[in-house]
Each structure stands twice: as C-alpha cells, then as structure tokens.
C-alpha cells in the first residue's frame, strides 16, 4: 500500500495569511492525488485533483502543486471559512489511502 | 446536480453486523465507481473498498477483507456496505463517495454505526 505522509498535523495562522500543507507519498504518484476539505459534522469537500485541477465551485485561493511524490495544498489569503481540516489521498493504485489530514486552526 | 443519500445511524451490539445503504438520487451508477470510506470519532478517514457496478468489480482494503462487503444494485442506483463481526473498533462515521476515478467529488451524508455493549 502507498503511505500518505502529511504534514503539519495541525497550523494556527491568521486570517489573510498564506499558508501550505504537504503531502509525501511513499512512491511515486505521479499527479494522481486529491485534496478535501472537512469542516466538523460534514462530509469532505473534493478542493483539487490530479495534484493541481481545481475543482468547480472551490475558491480560486486554493492551489495545488507537486507531482512524483511531493505534493503542496496552498491557501492564500485565508478566510475565515478556511478553518478546517484538510486530507491528502492518492488514487494511483487501491486501496487509494488518505494523509493523516492537516487541522488548520485560528490563531 | 447528484445527491448521495444514505441510511440512518445504528447502534449494534459486538459481534454483530451492519448493513448501509446509499442511493444516489438526480444520477445513475453508469461509469462510476462506489466507494467506502469511514471516519472514527476524532480520527482521519479510512479507505474501506469500491464496486464498479458496471464491470461487477469489488476491490477492498487489507483491513476489511473478509469481513466487509459492498454490493450495487444498478437498477436502484444504490449501494450497500456490509460488515460483520463488529467490535467497537468499528464505532465510525461511514460515507459512501462517487468518482471516476481522480477524487470524489460526491459524498453521502454519512452513517453512524455506534457498536456496544
């Protein structure tokens, strides 16, 4: 199975701040990794895939970057509903395995 | 606009086993792939297997096989989950997810499973 390493595990920012999660896979992926979004008591929200296509509907402050096995989510100029946790998952190869998810909290 | 609905929450007893449906409801099952994914209270989510209705493929994780199985009936456009030998390891949120295969970009609501004694 692929391991998803995701880091930091948890980030205090401000709003207007920029801010950048990681996401490592154990080998090579290729572009074939998706970003979510969970807010508390919700479903997760599909943000980008294939490592950078944002998707329709999520905010253009939202970037995905990496290919191989080093992938970034950037938020820029943080909002207020941005608060949340954010997950990492491959779909290179099944079982299609999950980060650990980054909670990004106020400072 | 595709909307995945699923079945309410249960509260199962250890050694038991649980049944969750998801209906997609505004879209079909044609071309996609079904999948499980649970969440533990306060943990991260966890990939449990897929069905692709129209090739009759299930595929699960190493964690849950043998001991859960998804099903689609395409006439319906619902999909089920089944686990069995519950223990309160099990306690999770399950969301059922659509894709084509790069994301999911629909959810169902979630399912409460609650296991005790």
């Known amino acids: 199975d692929i391991q998803m390493t995701q880091s930091p595990s948890s980030l205090s920012a401000s709003i207007g701040d920029r801010v950048t999660i990681t996401c490592r896979a154990s080998?090579?992926?290729?572009?074939?990794l998706a970003w979510y979004q969970q807010k508390a008591g919700n479903a997760p929200k599909l943000l980008v895939s294939d490592a950078s296509r944002l998707e329709s509907g999520a905010p253009s402050r939202f970037s995905g970057a990496g290919s191989g096995t080093d992938h970034t989510l950037t938020i820029s100029n943080l909002q207020p509903e941005d608060f949340a946790t954010y997950y990492c998952?491959?779909?290179?190869?099944?079982?299609?395995?999950f980060g650990r998810g980054t909670r990004v909290e106020i400072k | 606009q595709v909307q995945l609905v699923q079945s309410g929450a249960e509260v199962k007893k250890p050694g038991s086993s649980v049944k969750v449906s998801c209906k997609a409801s505004g879209g079909t099952f044609s071309g996609y792939i079904l999948t499980w994914v649970r969440q533990a209270p306060g943990q991260g989510l966890e990939w449990m297997g897929r069905i692709a209705p129209n090739l009759g493929t299930t595929h699960y994780g190493q964690a849950f096989q043998g001991r859960a199985t998804i099903t689609a009936n395409s006439a319906t456009a619902t999909t089920y989950l089944e686990l069995i030998s519950l223990t309160s390891d099990d306690t999770a949120v399950y969301y059922c997810a659509r894709g084509r295969g790069d994301g999911f970009p629909n959810w169902g609501q979630g399912t409460l499973v609650t296991v005790s004694s």
């Open positions: 998952q491959q779909y290179y190869s099944t079982p299609r395995t």
């Open positions: 080998q090579d992926i290729s572009n074939s």
